[in-house]
């Protein structure tokens, strides 16, 4: 199976350019443009924008302390349960108002399926000599503040990557901006690295991605933490 892929980017020059790239439809593809949903209000130094009106070169206000411009805007669409044949529904998860506690976030937030919030040291003692780690949301669904839905209508998702990789403030969330991962390329051949690579015109090699600015933790850990 393929997938439609939308991507609008910033060329060498400093010019918007945009895409639309046919490519496989699997997790590693997918996770890089499904991370929020239509609507999602990110911080920018413009003031909140929704995020399906972002355009790349504008800045985002990151959960660091930093103002990193925004280099790539990677859309695709999450199809209701049996809509496309071979092809597997989207789960969206939705983050009531306070969930995470006072305006964290404020008001609802709806998630796709590959976002990853950033948890502080303090909400995770075993790492309190980080200064946060990026956790899946899946991993925080409780089926009461935190519910996962499944769309009954096709729906757009997004993701953001930054000059520099940090955290993208949505609502009172942070929430970490694209980066495959320090393994991703070790998992791919040749042919597929370059099909990969193709959705990312601005950049040479998986070298462009940079550093990453939080490790990642797995959801055992997430659970093993939120057990105590």
């Known amino acids: 199976m393929t997938r439609r892929y939308e991507v609008s980017y910033l ?6 350019e945009s895409v639309i ?32 009106d972002l355009v790349p070169g504008m800045v985002a206000i990151t959960a660091e ?18 809509a496309m044949p071979g092809m597997s529904s989207g789960r969206m998860i939705r983050v009531t108002a306070d969930a995470f506690g006072v305006g964290r976030p404020m008001p609802d937030v709806v998630l796709g399926p590959s976002a990853r919030l950033l ?8 790492q309190a000599h980080l200064s946060g780690s990026y956790a899946p949301a899946t991993t925080f669904v409780d089926g009461v503040s935190i519910i996962e839905v499944t769309p009954v209508t096709p729906v757009p998702v997004y993701h953001i990557m930054l000059e520099r990789q940090g955290s993208i403030r949505a609502a009172g969330l942070d929430i970490e901006s694209y980066h495959p991962g320090p393994e991703l390329q070790n998992r791919f051949g040749v042919e597929l690295s370059q099909r990969f690579l193709s959705l990312f015109p601005h950049l040479q ?7 990453m600015a939080h490790p990642r933790m797995t959801a055992k850990e997430v659970e093993a933490a939120l057990v105590g």
């Open 11 to 16: 060329d060498a020059d400093g010019n918007i």
């Open 21 to 52: 790239r046919l490519a496989p439809a699997i997790a590693e593809f997918e996770t890089a443009f499904s991370a929020l949903a239509r609507g999602t209000v990110i911080a920018t130094t413009e003031g909140p924008v929704a995020v399906e």
């Open 205 to 211: 090699g998986f070298s462009g991605f940079g550093a």
């Open 119 to 126: 948890v502080r040291g303090d909400q995770n003692p075993d």
């Open 65 to 82: 302390g930093r103002c990193e411009t925004i280099t790539w805007i990677g859309s695709m669409t999450l199809f209701p349960a049996h």
